[in-house]
Every structure is written in structure tokens, then in C-alpha cells.
């Protein structure tokens, strides 16, 4: 009785593992096509009313996917407590804080901090605009990666399953 609990017990830390594997990569897709989506409409707001950077902050920190609201939120207070001349390094700051991210998702988010409030509004737009594509495209590659991440979830839990029903027997 005790080796059947022990491979159940096994079984369930497995597939809670796969399971978890999954979500991950699902709340990074959302995460991603939230932040994509945050810079365009910054893009638009910028381009249309040539928003304030700090008001841009704060109107992007509104309602949004709470990864995106926590990092637009976290430049916001920050450079209220800096000042404007320290954009790079507060936009930094929080880039580095952002755990959801990736090297090269991060880096796109990082090329931002020398854009935002140091160009025009035109040069600004575009650099808003490649960054939000970059990110978009990061989002697919993990979209598509999820099929194949459940399956292997599925495969391993249903390999130890084999395995242990087969030392047991």
C-alpha cells in the first residue's frame, strides 16, 4: 500500500509540475501581448497628444495585465521620486525588475529607455512601435510553444505512469 501511495504521490508532483510549466508560459503569452499592446497604445497617445513621458507612464499603468500595470507603475512612482533627467535609469530599473521577461524581451524593452522622453515624437512613435512587433513576435514563439509543452507534460506523466505500474506489477 505504501509503494502505490509513494507512485501516485510521484505521478501527481509530475504532472503538477507540467502543469505548472504550462501556466507559466501561458500568463508570459499573455504578459507579452499585454505589453505589446500597452506600448502601442502609448504610441498613439504619444503620437496624437504628445503625452508627457510621466503622464504616459501613469495612463499605461491603468488597467492593464497586472505585469504591465506593476512595470508601468514602477517608472511611474519613480520618476515622480527622481525627476525626468533620471528616465533611463528609473525605465531600467524597472525593466530588470520585470521576472516574466526574458534576455531578449528585456533588451527590446531596454533600447526604449533612450527613446522615450530623449527623441521626438516621430522617432519616439517608432521605436514604441518596433519594440511592441519584437514583443509580439517573442508572444507567438511562446504561443506555438504551448501545444508541444503540453504534450510533453502529458508524455512524461503517462512515461512514469508506464513505469510504475510496471515495477509494481
Not at 507512485?7 to 509530475?14: M, S, T
Not at 534576455?103 to 518596433?130: F, H, I, K, N
Request: glycine share 8%.
Amino acid at each position: 500500500m505504501l509503494r502505490i501511495s509513494g507512485c501516485v504521490l510521484v505521478i501527481a508532483a509530475g504532472t503538477m509540475f507540467g502543469w505548472l510549466r504550462l501556466d507559466g508560459l501561458r500568463q508570459r503569452y499573455r504578459a507579452l501581448a499585454a505589453f505589446a499592446e500597452a506600448l502601442r497604445r502609448g504610441s498613439a497617445e504619444l503620437g496624437t497628444s504628445l503625452t508627457p513621458t510621466g503622464e504616459l507612464m501613469a495612463m499605461l499603468a491603468e488597467g492593464s495585465n497586472p505585469w504591465v500595470s506593476r512595470f508601468f507603475a514602477s517608472v511611474r512612482d519613480d520618476l515622480a521620486a527622481r525627476g525626468a533627467p533620471c528616465f533611463p535609469e528609473c525605465w531600467q530599473a524597472a525593466v530588470d525588475g520585470c521576472g516574466i521577461l526574458e534576455p531578449p524581451e528585456r533588451q527590446a524593452l531596454s533600447a526604449l529607455a533612450t527613446a522615450l522622453g530623449q527623441y521626438g515624437a516621430e522617432e519616439t512613435c517608432a521605436a514604441l512601435d518596433r519594440c511592441a512587433r519584437q514583443l509580439e513576435t517573442a508572444g507567438e514563439e511562446v504561443r506555438r510553444r504551448m501545444p508541444d509543452a503540453a504534450r510533453l507534460c502529458l508524455g512524461i506523466s503517462l512515461t512514469v505512469s508506464a513505469l510504475l505500474a510496471i515495477v509494481l506489477l
